[in-house]
Nanobody, 121 residues
């Protein structure tokens, strides 16, 4: 059974930092691209940051570039999102996502349950 378990969320003041963790189990982690998404109340889920299966390529939403860093440890089957200079608009539930695409276009997609991040004074 595949499980993605997020942790590290919480309440932080504007300008502060948080580090989110996603622990994966039940899948061949090194074959999956990993992505952090977020969803604020009343808004659609949006991509925050993604990292390829080997950890050699990353992409970020424009709104978080220069502030957030995604990384992974394939040996520990974890992915981390370091969030600095947090803003109130970063408030959302953050979700961990794992995707593997095969050559025949088959996709395996898994989601975590989410972790709340609240940025407020």
């Amino acid at each position: 059974q595949v499980q993605l378990v997020e942790s590290g969320g919480g309440l932080v003041q504007p300008g502060g930092s948080l580090r989110l963790f996603c622990a994966a189990s039940g899948l061949t982690f090194s074959m999956y691209a990993m992505t952090w998404y977020r969803q604020a109340p009343g808004k659609e889920r949006e991509l925050v940051a993604t990292i390829d299966s080997a950890g050699g390529s990353t992409n970020y939403a424009d709104s978080v570039k220069g502030r957030f860093t995604i990384s992974r440890d394939n040996a520990k089957t974890t992915v981390t999102l370091q969030m600095n200079s947090l803003k109130p608009e970063d408030t959302a539930v953050y979700y961990c996502n794992a995707v593997r695409r095969l050559r025949d276009a088959t996709q395996f997609v898994y989601w975590g349950q989410g972790t709340q991040v609240t940025v407020s004074s």
